[in-house]
């Protein structure tokens, strides 16, 4: 079975600075994308950024960007110039192309705190 | 385009009560996934429905159920209500459900459900 694991649950970044969420994950599969999505308090979970397995190219969306080592199975999420509206909780998921629909393996999340 | 909408937001029932939520997914997608959102247990996949299917289940017992309609909508239903069952319930629409290389794989969230159980 997958599993993805976030080992921060709670971090901190001064605005304007960077800050950098860990996951890891665990699967057998070669076929699968990872995600992170944000879920600001009380607001709707929104997708932050995504990374095919098969591309060895880290995802970048403007602030954010990845650090995906699939030998190493680690997906660590970076947040540059962070902003009061960064403050959310994060969360790591995994989707397996294999006959799994629908269903995304989430982390535990973890919680940023933005301080201005 | 509008995005998912979940019906109602708030719920509160006691134990042994049945309820039942609704979702509306983006116009065009065809699936729609079920997640509960506990502080302990995080964010747990419920099921999937595709063309009024249910195609994948996640391990809860039987008293979670749902439906798709011909339209796409989906309904959850718990019976039996437990306090365990208090939580945050999230559906999400995608097109297919079925992730492809190069192919819409994004799952979009509505706001939730926050279910009380007293």
């Known amino acids: 079975a997958q599993t993805v694991t976030q080992s921060q649950p709670e971090m901190s970044v001064q605005e304007a600075e960077t800050v950098t969420l860990s996951c890891t994950y665990d699967?057998?599969?070669?076929?699968?994308?990872l995600f992170w999505y944000k879920q600001p308090p009380s607001r709707q979970m929104i997708l932050v950024i995504r990374q095919e397995a098969y591309k060895q190219q880290n995802a970048t969306e403007n602030r954010f960007s990845v650090n995906f080592q699939k030998a190493a199975k680690s997906f660590s999420l970076k947040i540059s110039d962070s902003q009061l509206g960064d403050a959310a909780m994060y969360f790591c998921?995994?989707?397996?192309?294999?006959?799994?629909?629908?269903?995304?393996?989430f982390g535990q999340g973890t919680t940023l705190q933005v301080k201005p | 385009k509008a995005g998912v909408t979940q019906t109602p937001r708030y719920l509160i029932k006691t134990r042994g009560q049945q309820v039942t939520l609704s979702c509306s997914p983006i116009s065009g997608h065809r699936s729609v996934s079920w997640y509960q959102q506990t502080p302990g247990q995080g964010l747990q996949f419920l099921f999937e429905y595709f063309s009024e299917t249910q195609r994948n289940k996640g391990n809860f017992p039987g008293r979670f159920s749902g439906r798709q309609f011909s339209n796409s909508r989906s309904e959850m239903n718990v019976s039996t209500l437990e306090l365990g069952d208090s939580a945050l319930y999230l559906c999400a629409s995608s097109l297919e459900g079925r992730g492809r290389w190069g192919g819409d794989n994004e799952q979009f969230f509505g706001p939730g459900t926050r279910l009380t159980v007293l």
């Open positions: 699967t057998s599969e070669s076929d699968y994308y």
């Open positions: 998921a995994y989707w397996g192309l294999r006959g799994n629909t629908g269903k995304l393996i």
